[in-house]
């Protein structure tokens, strides 16, 4: 029985790991002594070959991480070196719990233990059932009497590789080790009769990493002797904690019979170590980017909101090309999407520390009310400039709606083919979807696509919205936002293309022929809520930009303590640029109209009810001009009529001063009362008719 209770214990304490230590922002391993953690080791490498003594080998990888030729303690490629505990800098004898220098054992679990090593058939461990660790450890329930210190990777100090070698040297990181081996080939090869991986660049240069097996106490587990294991098995360290597990770091596992990947191993084990260098290489920024050494080309698809698709992906150099892939609000690119290894995070999907609108998604309840990309954690901006941008949901249903699609093969690469009525077209590959590391070599290429938008879940904020394609077609979709997903950037048209009618109205507004979304007068276009750029799903307060969730819990545009979160006031009565459908996604000339112009419209013109055999019902103003103007019945999002819509509604860009904090709606039907202005709820979808200045003489 007692060994049944301490399964459960293992496998309780396995799956409970993760409390929450602290959160104060974005990861970036700068939490408390985690400031010192990951140090930058660069060198300044012209065309030597060595640093500090010992050789190395540049395999052209996109990081410029030089991978040294042999292991620490090793004179040849093919040498084994020494063996090392992680964190520890000098090698030893024998590797076990009770002499690894991180840990603390005391008289009870040694009697555990002892106890363990004399039974015939000993059950799990008890080092997993007790606090033990005095430095990298992150729980409270693996600490010794509850120690924490949240570093996750190694200090310069317990580097083997930087003390054994110099400062110019350093141990991987989990992400350099997934770099090597997902980038640059490799094969099981026998090298002066030692058995191995060699690497081969596609610059013609080879790394040799000798399976040299690993140090352990075996006796703990099945009672062999300890000792090194070499036939088959090689292990390499990290510098990298796996925080999956506050007993593991992460290694380079090798088996010989195919088997590799990054995976975490028993910190006290003895594995050798190969150490890195980087080199500093030179990124030309033009300002508009980082790294911005080429123009990036785009597609005019005579798109209604003037959007232009770009003709590949970031980190592509041409459409067929998967290009880099990144974890949502990243903009740097990597090999292993973990939700210990995303920045947004603490640990774990329960502990957000940005973007997050649900406290129990938050890092201690961590909340902030931001829905979409701010323009840092933008990766086509950051990359490509200021004027592209992540897609939005609009502009990816935009796409979809104004095009005809296609699975097809393009130059021998599986993907989608959008193509417009102009003639013009894109083309998306399938790059499928990257996640934790054993799936990174193939992440489902061919199969399907996903590409990412700017927005997130706002019910589960551990997910963002995606497209994703397959063959049998298109959708939004959610995804975690750990995941790694390619991006297609966007920008709108540099020349406004957007028609207007000139009616003569006292203020001189020019009024648009077309709805947002829409490419012809009679067209719907598409419906948003107040304050929002871009159409969805549902339409309710739990998925609304501006609130907490729930009416009267508003973010902004508030005037009233009543109606505000924890009684907040702005004061804001009329939208920003920022936050108008039409400016949003017309350009700065245009607006979404105040109440103060739908009544001057109203006013100005004579209204007609327009009776159609089809969906193109709606009210035609006609001006003293002669001049006229439609705008079809939409109806608001939740409308349930069948057939012809008979009814239409439009957002005005002014709120109510009443202080509930409604907006103001023009509404009309087909029973002649088109002239009621009604204050509604700001969370529903209506549509939106843009205005524009007189233009100047």
């Known amino acids: 029985m007692r060994r049944i209770m301490k399964a459960v214990a293992a496998v309780i304490l396995a799956t409970s790991m993760l409390f929450i230590v602290g959160c104060d922002g974005p990861k970036n391993d700068k939490n408390g002594e985690a400031e010192k953690a990951n140090p930058e080791v660069l060198q300044e490498v012209d065309n030597g070959t060595s640093v500090d003594g010992h050789g190395f080998v540049d395999l052209g990888l996109p990081s410029g991480t030089l991978w040294a030729t042999c292991n620490v303690g090793a004179a040849i490629p093919e040498g084994f070196g020494d063996y090392f505990a992680w964190g520890e800098t000098e090698p030893k004898s024998v590797y076990s719990l009770d002499n690894y220098k991180y840990c603390a054992i005391d008289d009870r679990l040694a009697a555990l233990i002892e106890e363990e090593n004399d039974e015939d058939e000993p059950g799990p461990p008890a080092r997993y059932l007790y606090p033990i660790f005095t430095k990298y450890c992150f729980v409270s329930t693996s600490g010794y009497n509850g120690y924490t210190d949240d570093l996750t990777v190694l200090q310069p100090n317990n580097d083997a590789a930087t003390v054994n070698w110099g400062k110019g040297w350093c141990m991987p990181t989990n992400e350099q080790w997934a770099e090597l081996y997902f980038n640059i080939p490799s094969e099981k090869v026998t090298q002066n009769d030692v058995t191995g991986l060699l690497f081969t660049a596609p610059n013609g240069n080879t790394l040799f990493l000798p399976i040299a097996g690993e140090h352990d106490d075996e006796g703990l587990f099945d009672e062999e002797e300890a000792g090194l294991r070499n036939e088959d098995l090689g292990r390499y360290w990290s510098s990298s904690l796996d925080v999956g597990s506050p007993f593991s770091a992460w290694h380079l596992y090798v088996y010989a019979f195919g088997n590799r990947d990054v995976r975490g191993g028993d910190r006290w084990c003895g594995f050798p170590v190969r150490p890195v260098c980087s080199v500093k290489k030179a990124m030309k920024d033009d300002g508009n980017g980082v790294g911005n050494e080429k123009a990036h080309t785009f597609v005019d698809l005579g798109l209604p909101s003037g959007t232009l698709w770009a003709d590949c992906n970031i980190g592509a150099d041409s459409p067929e090309c998967y290009g880099d892939y990144f974890a949502w609000g990243e903009t740097e690119s990597k090999y292993i999407f973990r939700w210990d290894t995303y920045k947004y995070c603490h640990f ?174 009679e067209d719907h276009g598409v419906k948003v809520a107040w304050g ?44 920003l ?22 009544r001057e419209l109203r006013d100005n013109t004579t209204m007609t009810w327009v009776k159609s055999p089809d969906s193109n019902q709606g009210i035609l103003f006609t001006a003293a001009n002669g001049n006229s103007l439609f705008l079809p019945a939409t109806n608001s999002i939740d409308d349930e009529f069948p057939g012809p819509s ?52």
């Open 348 to 521: 774990g999907n329960k502990e957000l520390a940005k973007y997050c609108n649900d406290s129990s998604y938050g890092c201690k309840g961590f909340t902030d009310g931001l829905y979409f990309l701010q323009e840092d954690d933008d990766a086509a901006k950051v990359h490509w400039g200021s004027e592209w941008s992540v897609p939005n949901d609009g502009q990816w249903m935009e796409l979809c709606q104004n095009t005809t699609n296609v699975w097809t093969t393009q130059n021998g690469v599986e993907g989608q083919l959008f193509t417009a009525s102009n003639g013009n077209s894109i083309f998306l590959p399938g790059g499928g979807t990257r996640y934790d590391v054993y799936h990174r070599k193939t992440g489902y290429h061919g199969v399907y696509g996903e590409y990412w938008s700017n927005s997130f879940n706002q019910r589960h904020s551990e997910d963002a919205r995606s497209f994703r394609m397959d063959p049998y077609g298109s959708e939004l979709n959610f995804t975690g936002r750990q995941n790694g997903l390619l991006i297609r950037p966007v920008q709108y048209a540099a020349v406004d293309k957007h028609e207007f009618v000139d009616l003569g109205l006292p203020s001189g507004t020019l009024w648009a022929t077309c709805n947002v979304g829409a490419t012809a007068p």
């Open 532 to 575: 929002e750029i871009a159409p969805k799903d549902a339409y309710e307060w739990y998925n609304y930009k501006y609130c907490r969730g729930e009416y009267n819990s508003f973010l902004k545009y508030c005037l009233d303590a009543g109606s505000g979160y924890n009684g907040f006031v702005d004061s804001l009565a009329v939208l």
């Open 577 to 598: 640029p920022e936050d108008d459908a039409a400016t949003a996604n017309w350009g700065s000339g245009w607006c979404m109209p105040t109440i103060d112009q739908w």
């Open 646 to 697: 008979v009814e239409g509604a439009y957002w005005s860009k002014t709120l109510n001063d009443s202080g509930a904090g409604h907006p103001w709606v023009f509404v009309f039907n087909c029973s002649t009362e088109y002239k009621v202005f009604y204050d509604v709820d700001r969370c529903g979808g209506f549509s939106v008719r843009p205005v524009r200045s007189a233009l100047k003489k």
